[in-house]
T-cell receptor, first 116, second 113 residues
Framework: DAGVIQSPRHEVTEMGQEVTLRCKPI?????LFWYRQTMMRGLELLIY????????DSGMPEDRFSAKMPNASFSTLKIQPSEPRDSAVYFC??????????????FGEGSWLTVV | AQSVTQLDSQVPVFEEAPVELRCNYS??????LFWYVQYPNQGLQLLLK??????LVKGINGFEAEFNKSQTSFHLRKPSVHISDTAEYFC???????????FGAGTTVTVRA
């Protein structure tokens, strides 16, 4: 089965440019997460969607960050304008929470972003 | 509120030796517990999870973990490690019916020949 698919895997961009990260969740999963991983802060939850609706965006750092989920099989995370401190690995993850089975989250391979 | 503490940030170990990674959580109610592994330059992969029932949970790649409610711990063990077990390991916790996973800071395991 295909897992969570993210693109691009690696991106190097200049400060001020717009960055768009893409994610295709596992088919049938109704929950989608965007995480950011850095050495300093570890894994941080940025935003959570359920049935394509943003439920919790309290982890989004600032207005430069936005995320959308136009349908069940696609989501984007956009940074505009990008700054060097946005350099990190961005993970998309998905799940299908079931009562009594826990919310097992499946991660993509990550998008490694470097802003210079 | 819930939190997860991984007591060791770095664990060096020799090949074929046993390893234990410690994880403690704080919660006044029942929780679900998870261990994830992140190999270099890859995403996180589920190793094992505890939801209920037997406190000893077996996962992939020969790993197992034991849930200890009285000590609020969920330590991960492997009796004999391989070079390929070199990775970062994350403990995570969630409430039943909650979407959020709270991750620990991670433990880097380096296996040497």
């Amino acid at each position: 089965d295909a897992g969570v698919i993210q693109s691009p895997r690696h991106e190097v961009t200049e400060m001020g440019q717009e960055v768009t990260l893409r994610c295709k969740p596992i088919s049938g999963h109704n929950s989608l997460f965007w995480y950011r991983q850095t050495m300093m802060r570890g894994l941080e939850l940025l935003i959570y969607f359920n049935n394509n609706v943003p439920i919790d965006d309290s982890g989004m750092p600032e207005d430069r960050f936005s995320a959308k989920m136009p349908n069940a099989s696609f989501s984007t995370l956009k940074i505009q304008p990008s700054e060097p401190r946005d350099s990190a690995v961005y993970f998309c993850a998905s799940s299908f929470p079931r009562r009594g089975h826990g919310n097992t989250i499946y991660f993509g391979e990550g998008s490694w972003l470097t802003v210079v | 509120a819930q939190s997860v503490t991984q007591l060791d940030s770095q664990v060096p170990v020799f090949e074929e030796a046993p390893v234990e990674l410690r994880c403690n959580y704080s919660s006044s109610v029942s929780v679900y517990l998870f261990w994830y592994v992140q190999y270099p330059n890859q995403g996180l992969q589920l190793l094992l999870k505890y939801l209920s029932g037997s406190t000893l949970v077996k996962g992939i790649n020969g790993f197992e973990a034991e849930f200890n409610k009285s000590q609020t711990s969920f330590h991960l063990r492997k009796p004999s490690v391989h070079i390929s077990d070199t990775a970062e390991y994350f403990c995570a916790v969630s409430f039943p019916n909650d979407y959020k996973l709270s991750f620990g800071a991670g433990t880097t395991v380096t296996v040497r020949a």
